[in-house]
């Protein structure tokens, strides 16, 4: 059981959807023992700096720089450029952008990271937001089909432009790791355990599926972040993980 817990702390990114580096170093302190992984998110990189990648890093744990960026090919390869210079160990885009974006972003980090010296991040492509339900994909983004569908075509253009894989929702996991391979990351946000509440997320499973569906990682906030207790959330949520691994 001990080696599954470990292998399910590697999966495990805590969201840290907070206002400041101070409240997200106690949160990586308290949580590293569970969590493998920490994302730092628009809210506090634009409250705290580039500089909170590097002190979280210090905590000895990964970093997920969830910046979504999506603009033009030259803007976005430049962005990268800039972002795999601080040292994350995962990058991410909008797949939206498309290929040409994508692969400006991917080249770009790579150059960067070849460069310096250091592995180059995972550059992952968020495909459908997991707040998206069918009404809003239809109604409000003029999208036509089914979400899983656009999914799994924004997941093969990922792969097909060079990128390591995506975030999408876990279920859709299992339609994109048929589409894309064992190699291919998926990064799944929406985790809800039974006793947590949904809030904004649609496309929600809880972490035990999320695992059976071969999701890569894991990424939970609130549940976490939110609670009462967060180390004694992310102990309950790991045990879950390993249960299926
Ligand atoms: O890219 C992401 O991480 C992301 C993509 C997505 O489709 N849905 C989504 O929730 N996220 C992020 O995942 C985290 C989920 O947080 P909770 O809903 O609090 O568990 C947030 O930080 C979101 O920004």
Redesign the pocket.
């Known amino acids: 059981m001990e080696n599954k817990i470990q292998a399910a702390r590697e999966k495990l990114i805590v969201?840290l959807?907070v206002a400041s580096a101070a409240e997200a170093l106690v949160l990586t302190r308290q949580l590293a023992p569970y969590a493998g992984v920490f994302?730092v998110?628009m809210q506090l990189f634009y409250s705290a700096g580039p500089e909170v990648v590097r002190q979280i890093k210090e905590q000895g744990v990964k970093v997920f720089l969830?910046l979504?960026l999506h603009d033009i090919p030259n803007t976005v390869g430049q962005a990268a450029k800039v972002l795999a210079g601080l040292g994350a160990d995962i990058i991410?885009v909008h797949a939206a952008g498309g290929t040409a974006m994508m692969q400006a972003g991917a080249q770009a980090v790579k150059e960067r990271a070849a460069a310096l010296g250091i592995p180059a991040p995972l550059m992952i492509a968020?495909t459908v937001?997991?707040?998206v339900d069918q009404r809003i994909f239809h109604q409000e983004m003029g999208l036509a089909g089914e979400i899983e569908d656009r999914v799994k075509t924004w997941a093969i253009l990922t792969k097909e432009a060079g990128l390591d894989g995506v975030?999408a929702?876990p279920r859709e996991t299992s339609i994109i790791r048929q589409a894309c391979g064992k190699e291919f990351a998926i990064?799944t946000?929406?985790?809800r355990p039974a006793w947590s509440v949904s809030?904004?997320?649609k496309r929600i499973m809880t972490p035990a599926e999320a695992i059976g569906q071969g999701a890569s990682y894991l990424?939970?906030?609130?549940?976490i972040?939110?609670s009462d207790n967060p180390p004694a959330a992310a102990q309950k949520i790991l045990q879950e993980m390993a249960e299926v691994l």
């Open positions: 969201a959807d994302k998110g969830d979504k991410n968020v937001l997991t707040s975030v929702s990064i946000p929406g985790i809030g904004d997320q990424v939970v906030g609130r549940p972040t939110g």
